[in-house]
């Protein structure tokens, strides 16, 4: 099957620890993102990432940290410099970026909670 | 400043029926448009992309249209079923200088009452 798989569903975390967010895409996408989720908010872009070793950040890339080494892996990681981590974390991937006809494509998500 | 907006933000409307969701954006230099559905404590399923060439897109009882120039799409479900229930987002795609923005609307959170 092929699609977007995000590990763990979800992961609790002590104050001042770090923890990392797999994901992993077998969909040949070269495009890969970090969305943070809040009840009440829309989508908000951590990082993304166009090509292996590279990245950028998003608008709320603050407390985060990635690596983009291989193509098909993504991992995001909440660094206790994250002031309020707890959220619902999304990865997506796309084609290429310099694309018109590019559809994004969502993980299940990984639930955060600090406890 | 790219801006999405979606009212309403919830809508209950009966089995059967027929029904239209909006979503506005402030900024018609868009590359693309795409409407998403969420179920509760999951990730997002892509609904209907339309390029920003095109005026609409269907997929069965889906049918998304866009209006560049009023910076408008609506999502039209045809005879709506209780599956239908979810949250659903539009998302319009840009890009700035060297940069790819995508930016979320907050959603319209849909219950089809049995």
């Known amino acids: 099957d092929g699609g977007i798989t995000q590990s763990p569903k979800y992961l609790f975390r002590k104050e001042g620890q770090n923890v990392t967010l797999s994901c992993e895409q077998n969909l040949n996408h070269d495009a890969m993102y970090w969305y943070r989720q809040d009840p009440g908010q829309g989508l908000r872009l951590i990082y993304y990432?166009?090509?292996?070793?590279?990245?950028q950040k998003g608008d709320i890339a603050e407390g985060y940290s990635v690596s983009r080494e291989k193509k098909e892996s993504f991992p995001l990681t909440v660094t206790s410099a994250q002031k309020n981590p707890t959220a619902f974390y999304l990865c997506?991937?796309?084609?290429?970026?310099?694309?018109?006809?590019?559809?994004?494509?969502f993980g299940p998500g990984t639930r955060l909670t600090v406890l | 400043k790219q801006e999405v907006t979606q009212i309403p933000a919830a809508l209950s409307v009966p089995e059967g029926e027929n029904l239209v969701l909006n979503c506005s954006f402030t900024?018609?230099?868009?590359?693309?448009l795409q409407w998403f559905r969420q179920d509760p404590g999951k990730g997002l399923t892509s609904l209907l992309l339309?390029?920003?060439?095109?005026r609409e897109q269907t997929s069965g009882r889906l049918n998304a249209s866009l209006d560049k120039s009023s910076g408008r799409s609506t999502l039209y479900i045809a005879a709506s079923q209780p599956g239908d229930s979810a949250t659903y987002l539009c998302a319009v795609r840009l890009f700035m200088n060297r940069d790819d923005k995508i930016i979320f609307g907050k959603g319209t959170r849909l219950h089809i009452l049995p």
């Open positions: 997506a991937s796309s084609i290429r970026t310099a694309s018109l006809s590019n559809e994004q494509f």
């Open positions: 990432s166009q090509i292996v070793n590279d990245f």
């Open positions: 900024d018609s230099a868009i590359y693309n």
């Open positions: 339309i390029q920003s060439s095109q």
